[in-house]
């Protein structure tokens, strides 16, 4: 089918997209709210050397932001480019967190990156401190605004369902805009995203600070941001094991499916094990089964960790799929004035959608995040430990340690979104779904789904009524542009892939180079370019 | 228009939008097309380094929140109008994929060029950076004279998807794929056809018919000469001397064929793709309803009759007709403004003149449109109108109350930016501002 070869590779190219600018973005995060404290520490210490210092990472944030920028209005485009009937769908809810975006974030830290970098002797300190916390609040409040879009795609909640726009289909509208914001799953989501930017920057100053000691060079100006790092650091990855937690609860409550694949779980259980290492097969009844596992010996853990309960159940992949499949044809019973919507958005050439991502990459891309945010604790701490004593520039293996780890934030940020979307499919707005239990912790599949408002249709009058959330869902395969050729979406990923591969390999050259020139202390000199 | 849709607050609140909209789009254009002209000319500054530097540096701090005016465009027309952000971004694939690579490499282009002293490489981002600024600003102009003269979409509703016959009236109310690029031949059958040709389609002279076409890729070159002429007025403002000079010299030479195709392409647009034009004067629907007089005034402003020349020649209601002339009076004014003070060297009277000139002459192309945002070359029952395209109330009560706050706060971070960076640049001055230990690209 060419409407799923143009959807797989649309995916590819949103994924590819969205990968690069993620690779950009949490230094983004993290580094311009360093700045913001070395300047505020600068203020109020006095110390010359915290001024040296936001100025060297200020160089360096510049270098990456460029590419933040070029890489993210691609997205603004695609959700248009490539995903109308998505857009056309929800654009009425989805649009507006994007464009307030724009209007209260992005433009507060765009206008002022350009002051960070140029401001500098051309205002006073006081000044460019100011700048540096609302370019650092500008791009946090700018991922909140993000992170709500994106989790209200997981959990579409303050949503009405209404029939009789332009084209005579139906389409969701906002009916409660607080449910948008307040809603938990988006919340922990923007805490996660931004805790892990700090990480990022953390690792990424505690990196290149361990090269320049390892080099013993600008030994001081080093030791000084190697501290600052290893504290933000520190505090940042041990928040981000605990918000993880709540994160992950958030899910096991709203997309059951994502759940069972991140824990490989495959048959529903209660009192359930956790998994160290597992791998997943489908035998030839189209039933999932273990080709391997790995449980903690310690029993319900899992059920602890998903729902704070020991004994309650937690969805396996082949309950999720029977389950979903009977919901929806209920969903269909009870309405059938809107029976056309699941045809059109859930199914697929007239048949239902596999209900569960792919197993394994969910569970190891989340796996291996995990494990990694442990050995993030252990590096900050260990750093934090030495340099309190005054002695990590003589800590040859740590500071190669640290050197050498730059990288893994950055995977473990990419892993979390593997988890996050591609966790999510087969959908690209998850029914409204909220996972209960009865008071034996058994869970109640029959009610899947939470209720939302709707306007409809009923013998010739429009009528306001309640619906099963079902109704929310768009499957990805659905919701691509249908004008859309495999030639094209071919041309423009290949193009994605090959210019934003050759900028991002030059965007690190030039941060490598920058970094490793280190800062010019002393005297202002002058300097050729920047 | 069905009671669901038509409360009070959203009969007000959607032609606000529009305007808010428009509003933006022309911010847009002010801000980021000055340094988009800049951008282009930065290669013509001089073959020496400095010039072209002193270019860069006239709009380095400020590009990057310029361009966010381009990102809230989309963004307000996606929350405000999510049908035509769908129709359009979907329709016109590979336009916006070329301007989204333009931009790209305009980004990173200023940020890269300065950042090693070879020649070669600083060449290389000059001519990458004046290029795609070339490209972003034509394939948005020929886009916008596309959408003033319509695009070939249908309504998916009214086609049927067993025979792929165009309807009279919707047969699949549970269509969701909301509109469909094709072409219908004399048997009312519709052929889909892919983006790619779509994307041809624009730049197509002969389409929808020899005048209209050759109209839209006129406004593209116009809006190209506008663009290079608005950066070429902020460099007067940014320099002194002999880098003064040179830009005075880009606004008097582009100035006689750049105010020429405006008026060709203006009358141009009045004669050739007014209203019967586009619809097709075969069109019996429109020809009645232009016929009767009862018709004419508000309702049929509501229900998205008139446009382009209509609202210009007293069809529509004299108040949009009036609107309509006094924009393109001030459009006018601000284009012989450029001339006069440009010529008279004075920097600040050239550039808020070339800021005049795009206000009025995009705000009329505005009002010309109202109450249409992307008509359909096949007829009214498929175009996009304001209200056929419009957000909820809820979304467009939310969006109104961000705008109030928001736009304030931008407005006044954004002038004490500017101020901040307004001094006058010159070779003297980038090497006594390195010594100083600033910041320069």
Do not use: C
Not at chain 1, 81 to 102: C, H, K, M, Q
């Amino acid at each position: 089918m060419a409407g799923e070869l143009v959807a797989s590779i649309s995916r590819l190219q949103f994924a590819t997209t969205a990968y690069f600018h993620f690779l950009f973005v949490p230094l983004t995060l993290g580094i311009s709210l360093f700045i913001a404290i070395l300047m505020t520490t600068y203020l109020v210490t006095k110390k010359q050397i915290y001024r040296e210092m936001a100025r060297f990472w200020t160089k360096l944030f510049a270098i990456n932001f460029a590419m933040g920028v070029a890489t993210g209005i691609t997205h603004e485009f695609e959700f248009g480019t490539n995903w109308a009937v998505y857009s056309r769908y929800v654009g009425d809810i989805f649009g507006a967190p994007l464009a307030i975006e724009a209007l209260f974030a992005f433009f507060l830290e765009s206008s002022f990156i350009g002051m960070l970098i140029f401001g500098w002797n051309r205002v006073n300190d006081i000044v460019m401190t100011l700048v540096a916390w609302a370019v650092a609040f500008g791009t946090n409040l700018s991922a909140l605004w993000i992170l709500l879009a994106n989790g209200w795609m997981q959990h579409p909640g303050g949503a009405i369902l209404k029939a009789g726009t332009w084209v005579g289909g139906i389409r969701a509208e906002l009916y409660d805009f607080s449910q948008v914001t307040f809603s938990p799953v988006a919340d922990v989501k923007f805490m996660h995203t931004i805790t892990a930017g700090m990480i990022v920057a953390s690792m990424f100053v505690l990196g290149i600070s361990a090269y320049h000691l390892l080099r013993k060079q600008h030994v001081e100006f080093f030791k000084r941001s190697a501290l600052a790092a290893a504290i933000f650091g520190m505090i940042a990855s041990v928040s981000e094991v605990l918000i993880g937690d709540i994160h992950a609860h958030e899910v096991a409550k709203t997309q059951p499916s994502k759940l069972a694949a991140m824990e490989a779980v495959v048959e529903s259980e209660k009192g359930a094990p956790i998994l160290l290492a597992a791998w997943v097969t489908k035998n030839e009844q189209g039933q999932y089964e273990y080709a391997f596992k790995l449980p903690l010996p310690i029993p319900g853990v899992l059920s602890f960790l998903a729902y704070h309960n020991f004994s309650a159940e937690v969805p396996g992949l082949n309950d999720v799929q029977k389950a979903m499949e009977e919901n929806f044809a209920n969903a269909m019973k009870e309405h059938p004035e809107l029976a056309q919507v699941i045809e059109n958005n859930v199914k697929f050439n007239g048949e239902w959608p596999e209900f569960n991502p792919p197993v394994n990459v969910v569970y190891w891309a989340f796996h291996i995040m995990v494990y990694l945010a442990f050995l993030f604790v252990f590096i900050f701490t260990a750093a934090f430990y030495y340099a309190k004593k005054g002695v990590l520039h003589e800590k040859t293996w740590i500071l190669k340690l640290a050197l050498y780890s730059i990288p893994l934030p950055y995977i473990a940020s990419l892993l979390g979104w593997a988890t996050a979307e591609v966790g999510r499919q087969p959908w690209v707005v998850y029914p409204l779904t909220e996972v209960k239990h009865d008071a034996d912790g058994n869970i109640i599949w029959g009610e899947l789904f939470k209720t939302i408002p709707a306007m409809i249709e009923k013998g010739g009058q429009i009528v306001q009524t309640e619906v099963p959330g079902a109704f929310m869902g768009l499957t990805t395969y659905n919701a691509v542009t249908p004008t859309l050729t495999v030639a094209e979406v071919t041309l423009t990923f290949i193009g994605f892939l090959v210019i934003f591969t050759t900028l991002a390999v030059l965007d690190w050259w030039l941060i490598a180079k920058y970094a490793k020139k280190g800062p010019e202390m002393g005297e202002e000199k002058p300097q050729e370019a920047y | 228009m069905d009671t669901v849709f038509s409360p009070l607050w959203w009969d007000v609140l959607v032609p606000l939008w529009f305007v808010i909209v428009a509003l933006v789009w022309v911010m847009y254009v002010l801000t980021d097309g000055f340094d988009l002209g800049v951008g282009i000319l930065v290669p013509f500054m001089g073959s020496d380094d400095v010039s072209r530097r002193i270019a860069i540096n006239s709009v380095g701090p400020i590009w990057d929140g310029n361009e966010v005016w381009f990102i809230t465009a989309g963004g307000a027309a996606y929350a405000a109008f999510p049908e035509i952000y769908s129709a359009i971004f979907g329709g016109l694939y590979l336009a916006l994929m070329v301007i989204l690579f333009a931009l790209i490499f305009r980004a990173v282009g200023f940020e890269y060029r300065s950042k090693r002293p070879s020649q070669k490489w600083r060449n290389f981002w000059d001519w990458a950076i004046s290029i795609s600024s070339g490209v972003v600003a034509l394939v948005l102009g020929v886009a916008l004279g596309n959408i003033v003269v319509g695009l070939p979409f249908v309504k998916s509703t009214f086609i049927d998807p067993q025979t792929m016959k165009v309807m009279e009236s919707a047969v699949n109310p549970n269509a969701l794929k909301g509109f469909m690029y094709g072409v219908i031949d004399q048997n009312n059958q519709f052929h889909p056809y892919p983006a790619i040709i779509g994307f041809l389609q624009l730049l197509n002279p002969f389409f929808p018919n020899l005048a209209a076409g050759i109209f839209k890729l006129l406004v593209g070159v116009t809006a190209l000469l506008f663009v290079i002429l608005h950066g070429a007025a902020w460099l007067m403002v940014k320099t002194v001397g002999e880098h003064f000079e040179r830009a005075k010299g880009f606004v008097l030479k582009l100035w006689p064929v750049t105010a020429g195709l405006w008026v060709i392409t203006t009358l141009w647009g009045f004669f050739s793709v007014g209203f019967t034009n586009k619809f097709n004067i075969t069109n019996e629907k429109v020809i009645q309803q232009l016929q009767n007089v009862d018709y004419h005034g508000w309702q049929a402003i509501l229900d998205g009759v008139f446009t382009y020349h209509d609202n210009f020649l007293f069809q529509a209601p004299a108040l949009v007709s009036i609107v309509g002339w006094v924009l393109l009076g001030l459009g006018l004014l601000g284009v012989i403004g450029i001339f006069v003070f440009a010529k008279n060297g004075n920097a600040w009277g050239t550039f808020l003149s070339s800021t005049l000139a795009v206000i009025g002459i995009l705000f009329a192309v505005a009002t010309a449109l109202f109450p249409f945002t992307v008509p359909s070359i096949y007829g009214l029952e498929h175009s996009m109108t304001v209200w056929n395209t419009a957000a909820s109330e809820n979304t467009l009560k939310v969006m109104t109350l961000a705008a109030i706050i928001a736009v304030p706060i931008v407005l006044a971070y954004t002038a004490y930016i500017y101020k901040v960076f307004l001094f006058k640049l010159s070779p003297e001055q980038l090497e006594e501002s390195a010594k100083k230990g600033q910041f320069n690209y």
